[in-house]
């Protein structure tokens, strides 16, 4: 068995122009669950094999609402992805948390309601648990990455997840504030929820472009001064993974996290009454559990 792990980074196309990253290519890798975003950047970086999806596709033509959340996650599962970086643009809902900072999320609100959330359903029925929806593990390694880097980051916070494509109203931007979010954004969820029904650890790096509209100076930031923050951020997000790449392929204790274990006992579903179909369709992402003794 190949114990060695495989560094999966969702998010925005500009992210995999690294210095350093060899052996690339482009592969496509087929899915049950219909056309993922984009094919997937195969490729090495300090020795780390790195697979990038961009998360809108390559030219952002998928907006947040018909992302293929499951088509992604099970052909990051067939590349041999074992942990995922999420990278996002995220508003800010806190005074604290300012344009250009970090925030690696160790909680979840999910607001969205338009999205297939899971793998399984009629026929093959799990529930796995998501209280804590992140990798603690990643989420060290993430935190002393970006300090390497300089970057000014946050660890922990509450990352409300909104259906979009609109932004929030001011009644929600203030209600979601009183219920003590930290950020918001419209890509992380189901994502976390089907990278822990695939056995991948996951974690997520909220990049904060501007504050959200319940700011008094929201309506004078201009969009020059968000496209660079943008451009801020991701030269930042660049030099996280290049960072923190070595120090995820040097863990000898990454194969035995917990996340990897989510679905030991979550399927409910007998085996004499499991659907074949399903089965088939299931085999990257729960084949662990579903083969045969």
């Given at each position: 068995?190949?114990?060695?792990?495989?560094?999966?980074?969702?998010?925005?196309?500009?992210?995999?122009?690294?210095?350093?990253?060899?052996?690339?290519?482009?592969?496509?890798?087929?899915?049950?669950?219909?056309?993922?975003?984009?094919?997937?950047?195969?490729?090495?970086?300090?020795?780390?094999?790195?697979?990038?999806?961009?998360?809108?596709?390559?030219?952002?033509?998928t907006?947040?609402?018909?992302?293929?959340?499951?088509?992604?996650?099970?052909?990051l599962k067939?590349?041999?992805?074992?942990?995922?970086?999420?990278?996002?643009?995220?508003?800010?809902?806190?005074?604290?948390l300012?344009?250009?900072?970090?925030?690696?999320?160790?909680?979840?609100?999910?607001?969205?309601?338009?999205?297939?959330?899971?793998?399984?359903?009629?026929?093959?029925?799990?529930?796995?648990?998501?209280?804590?929806?992140?990798?603690?593990?990643?989420?060290?390694?993430?935190?002393?990455?970006?300090?390497?880097?300089?970057?000014?980051?946050?660890?922990?916070?509450?990352?409300?997840?909104?259906?979009?494509?609109?932004?929030?109203?001011?009644?929600?931007?203030?209600?979601?504030?009183?219920?003590?979010?930290?950020?918001?954004?419209?890509?992380?969820?189901?994502?976390?929820?089907?990278?822990?029904?695939?056995?991948?650890?996951?974690?997520?790096?909220?990049?904060?472009?501007?504050?959200?509209?319940?700011?008094?100076?929201?309506?004078?930031?201009?969009?020059?001064?968000?496209?660079n923050?943008?451009?801020?951020?991701?030269?930042n997000?660049?030099?996280m993974?290049?960072?923190?790449?070595?120090?995820?392929?040097?863990?000898?204790?990454?194969?035995?996290?917990?996340?990897?274990?989510?679905?030991?006992?979550?399927?409910?579903?007998?085996?004499?009454?499991?659907?074949?179909?399903?089965?088939d369709?299931?085999?990257?992402?729960?084949?662990?559990?579903?083969?045969?003794?």
């Amino acid at each position: 068995m190949n114990n060695k792990p495989v560094l999966g980074i969702i998010g925005g196309s500009g992210l995999y122009e690294i210095d350093g990253l060899q052996n690339t290519s482009w592969q496509k890798f087929p899915s049950a669950f219909g056309e993922p975003s984009d094919a997937l950047l195969c490729g090495e970086l300090n020795q780390q094999k790195i697979v990038f999806l961009p998360r809108h596709g390559r030219d952002h033509q998928t907006p947040p609402s018909q992302i293929n959340f499951r088509a992604n996650i099970d052909i990051l599962k067939k590349a041999g992805v074992t942990d995922i970086i999420s990278i996002s643009a995220v508003g800010s809902l806190q005074e604290k948390l300012t344009p250009g900072m970090f925030v690696i999320v160790d909680q979840f609100i999910d607001r969205t309601f338009a999205r297939e959330k899971s793998f399984f359903g009629p026929g093959l029925v799990a529930h796995v648990s998501m209280a804590h929806p992140v990798c603690n593990r990643l989420g060290d390694h993430l935190e002393k990455a970006t300090r390497n880097c300089g970057i000014e980051v946050v660890r922990g916070g509450t990352y409300l997840v909104m259906e979009g494509p609109q932004f929030s109203t001011l009644a929600e931007s203030n209600l979601y504030r009183s219920w003590n979010c930290d950020v918001i954004g419209m890509t992380n969820m189901p994502e976390a929820k089907l990278a822990r029904e695939a056995e991948i650890c996951y974690a997520t790096v909220a990049m904060v472009t501007d504050f959200d509209c319940w700011h008094p100076e929201h309506d004078n930031v201009s969009v020059e001064a968000i496209l660079n923050v943008l451009h801020a951020n991701a030269n930042n997000g660049r030099s996280m993974i290049k960072n923190v790449a070595p120090t995820i392929h040097a863990e000898p204790s990454a194969s035995n996290c917990h996340c990897k274990k989510s679905l030991q006992n979550a399927i409910l579903t007998p085996p004499e009454a499991r659907d074949e179909a399903m089965i088939d369709q299931l085999s990257a992402v729960a084949g662990r559990v579903l083969k045969s003794p």
